[in-house]
């Protein structure tokens, strides 16, 4: 009995912590105990385990220095943990979602479908300045959500587009989620980024299709806005002539840049004609010179702080200039900033973002705290190796692999967060992955994918709460028409959300049959004359444009694998990874 | 009872003070991250001390305000199961958890920690990357968030027992982890509406 106990401790362990949990102490809390609790037993074992236990009570020493050491307390990435929350939480004080929202919908109403479309582009948009899923359905719900319904859109479709827009600040770069899985699997995070965007994009262009697709099949689902309702008035050719002026300015200083900036040139055009055509709209309407329309006007002018955010967030990471971490802590600036301009920046919105960062970060690093105490333990006691083997015996190679690792992934996040999947679960995940040679990049945008999925799905999903929380509830009278309205039922939330989740399981087979979607990260083009500028420019920093691990902000890697080398994929491994692809650079608006 | 609960209220209000006063640091460690990107771009410098102020600052502000978030019933449960008890059981698994989950955890790690830090405090330990922080302060806030925690373990552990027998209302009643989403997207909602 005791050798049957001392020889399976992995799998008993294992079954133990999901007991543990499901009883609804604290996770962080919970995971280190029983990482204690068998640590224990494992010593008291370890002889009658016959070699499968190394345990020792020395071995517990090695915890201080685990916490303090760069997996937890010294470690650059999850820095950006604290500065995107804190950005996100300022901007949505900021009313910038609300501006968008209302501009946007102007735009694109007057075509059907315009406001689901509108809310898919600004819940895109939303997104890549940094990902906060309650905040973006919130505005939607408040915003788009009662002109939907005043205008006769379908309450499933309407309620459906909020939702799932809402998450797609999980999977669109900055994204917290990809942060964490990127420090959990070992890769940099501008690697992971890279990776996400086209997936992300697709993704955005997948919800928009079906809109399309809807809007023929059933017209009456999405009418366009009325006459009156388009407050802006017309212009749309005059908005198409600003952007393609844009576009020539951008192109041309693109050429006049190329020589001197080689790769980045692209973002630096791209910044260029941005403030270009933003002076010019601020101008046109503080002057009074009419040569624009006035939905051309707002359209440039509300698309601008989201865009300069992009750059501050993104640009600044692709050009090399900020790790992911500092470019975090730049948003985070620039969402002050721009709070203020906006006069929404007081002392008690500031207090409040930090208490609620300080929050997060604490439970967030104590779960990552809690995992490391158990995974210790269950280090010590083979478990990585008994996962490797049940995964990797799994038919089917690398195929079946992917399948079932994304079932599981897909029914444990009902229950558990990502931050609890990204720290107990990924770390086990991510061995046998690399072995079978999986690139681990891909595996994370895999995953990533499939953990935003979790968000919308009925019942568990977390976006379809906070559209419950300011969706009617009780009939109400509309404003502008004077027309009952009836209530959204939780019942249509639920439907709504359903095409949607089977997008995001299309989502996860498309990025299964397509790597190439992920593995443009490594680079078509390295030009060694911009890496070779910028490596004397980031001394000491995780994230050099190499991915060369050093210094104490190496991202981790999980213990008693070397995950440090990329898997070789096919034959020509390129040298380097470039820091930016081309598509990645320029603002949404201007493709 | 009264003497404990005392005890339990002067804890809380260290948690308190403390929770409430590290949350400064993040803006601090923003504006030190974001100073350090800006700086070694235009002026071409970089130090190291600065790169590891930011993670210090950080470090100070999760683990310093881990009391806080215990003491606000705020580190994340799975309530799937537990949602289903009745409060009487939610409150026994509470106490449970609280004298054999976190209370050995906690304070062996405050066990350990005395002398890691203390070591690094007598050798003058300094940072691997040159020109980098002395290491001590560094393990000490570890010390100090673990010790934060072990004394709200004990605050928990006097409330809870009270409020099992009656001594003091709950200040902590149980809220789903999707109701409270609700509870959130209904404040957020009133305050882009005002």
Redesign the interface.
């Known amino acids: 009995m005791i050798a049957f106990i001392a020889q399976n401790m992995a799998p008993i362990m294992f079954a133990s912590l999901i007991v543990?949990?499901?009883?609804?102490?604290?996770?962080?809390?919970?995971l280190?105990?029983t990482g204690?609790a068998f640590f224990a037993l494992g010593v008291e074992l370890a002889p009658f385990s016959g070699g499968s236990i190394n345990l020792s009570w020395p071995l517990?020493?090695a915890?201080?220095?685990n916490?303090?050491g760069n997996r937890v307390?010294?470690?650059?990435v999850l820095?950006a943990i604290?500065?995107f929350t804190?950005m996100g939480i300022v901007l949505?004080?900021s009313?910038m979602a609300?501006d968008l929202l209302d501009t946007v919908g102007q735009l694109f109403g007057p075509i059907r479908g315009g406001l689901a479309y509108a809310v898919i582009f600004v819940g895109a948009l939303l997104a890549a300045t940094t990902g906060v899923v309650?905040?973006s359905?919130?505005?939607m719900?408040?915003i788009s959500l009662p002109i939907m319904l005043r205008y006769g859109y379908d309450r499933r479709v309407a309620s459906g587009v909020i939702a799932a827009s809402g998450t797609l600040a999980q999977i669109i770069p900055p994204s917290l989620v990809l942060i964490v899985l990127a420090d959990q699997l070992g890769r940099s995070v501008g690697d992971m980024y890279a990776g996400a965007m086209i997936p992300g994009l697709v993704l955005t262009g997948l919800y928009m299709l079906y809109i399309l697709t809807m809007s023929i099949i059933r017209p009456n689902s999405m009418p366009a806005l009325p006459e009156e309702a388009r407050t802006l008035g017309k212009g749309v050719l005059s908005l198409i002539a600003a952007l393609l002026a844009a576009g020539v300015i951008g192109y041309a200083a693109y050429r006049y840049l190329e020589p001197a900036h080689g790769a980045n040139a692209d973002i630096l055009a791209g910044s260029f004609a941005v403030i270009v055509i933003y002076i010019f709209a601020v101008a046109d309407k503080t002057f009074g010179f009419n040569a624009m329309s006035r939905l051309a006007q707002q359209v440039v002018i509300v698309l601008i702080p989201p865009l300069a955010l992009i750059f501050l967030v993104l640009g600044?990471i692709f050009l090399g200039?900020?790790?992911p971490?500092?470019?975090?802590?730049?948003g985070?600036?620039g969402a002050l900033i721009m709070a203020g301009f906006k006069r929404r920046l007081t002392l008690d919105v500031?207090?409040q973002a930090?208490?609620s960062?300080?929050?997060l970060?604490?439970?967030v690093?104590?779960?990552l705290i809690g995992a490391r105490?158990f995974s210790l333990t269950f280090y010590g006691v083979n478990g990585h190796l008994w996962v490797e083997h049940l995964l990797v015996s799994l038919p089917g190679g690398e195929l079946g692999f992917l399948i079932v690792v994304n079932i599981l992934v897909f029914v444990l996040a009902f229950?558990?967060?990502f931050f609890?999947l990204a720290f107990i679960i990924v770390p086990l995940l991510a061995p046998a992955a690399d072995k079978l040679g999986i690139d681990l990049v891909w595996f994370g945008v895999l995953l990533g994918v499939n953990m935003q999925t979790s968000f919308m799905h009925p019942p568990?999903g977390?976006a379809l709460?906070?559209?419950?929380?300011?969706a009617a509830r009780v009939p109400y009278l509309d404003r502008i028409t004077g027309k009952q309205i009836a209530p959204v039922t939780t019942g249509q939330i639920y439907w709504g959300a359903v095409p949607f989740v089977c997008i995001q399981v299309l989502m996860i087979g498309l990025t299964i049959a397509f790597p190439q979607m992920v593995m443009h990260y490594k680079g078509k083009t390295v030009d060694p004359s911009t890496i070779e500028i910028q490596v004397p420019?980031?001394?000491?920093?995780g994230l050099s444009p190499l991915g060369a691990p050093d210094?104490?902000?190496t991202p981790t890697q999980p213990a008693g694998t070397d995950l440090s080398q990329p898997p070789n994929f096919g034959g020509d491994q390129p040298a380097q990874p470039a820091p930016s692809t081309p598509d990645l650079s320029k603002p949404p608006s201007f493709n | 009872m009264e003497g404990l609960l005392a005890l339990s209220r002067g804890i809380d209000r260290l948690s308190e003070f403390i929770g409430k006063w590290v949350s400064w640091l993040i803006l601090v460690s923003i504006l030190v991250s974001a100073g350090n990107a800006i700086i070694r771009k235009v002026f071409d410098m970089s130090s190291n001390a600065w790169l590891e102020l930011q993670w210090y600052l950080f470090g100070a502000a999760f683990m310093l305000a881990a009391a806080h978030t215990l003491k606000q019933n705020e580190h994340i449960r799975i309530d799937i199961v537990y949602g289903m008890w009745s409060r009487r059981v939610q409150h026994w698994i509470d106490l449970i958890g609280h004298l054999f989950f976190l209370m050995p955890f906690v304070l062996l790690m405050v066990y350990m920690f005395v002398p890691y830090t203390l070591h690094s405090f007598q050798s003058g330990e300094g940072s691997t990357n040159s020109g980098g922080l002395i290491v001590w302060p560094a393990k000490a806030i570890l010390l100090v968030g673990f010790s934060l925690l072990a004394l709200q373990g004990i605050s928990e552990i006097i409330k809870k027992i009270a409020i099992m027998r009656g001594d003091m209302e709950d200040p902590n009643p149980f809220v789903s982890a999707h109701e409270q989403a609700e509870l959130e997207g209904k404040a957020l909602a009133e305050e882009v509406r005002s």
Do not use: C, H, Q
């Not at chain 1, 971490?325 to 730049?330: F, H």
């Not at chain 1, 709460?465 to 300011?470: A, D, T």
């Not at chain 1, 420019?537 to 920093?541: K, R, S, V």
């Open positions: 543990f949990l499901l009883f609804g102490y604290p996770v962080a809390f919970s280190a105990a204690l517990l020493w915890l201080p220095e916490f303090y307390m010294s470690n650059d820095l604290p500065f804190f949505e004080r009313g609300e309650a905040a359905v919130i505005a719900g408040l600044t200039i900020a790790t971490t500092e470019g975090g802590a730049m985070a600036v500031i207090k930090l208490t960062t300080t929050r970060s604490s439970f690093l104590f779960i105490v229950f558990l967060d609890e568990f977390f709460f906070y559209l419950r929380s300011v420019e980031l001394p000491g920093m210094g104490g902000s």
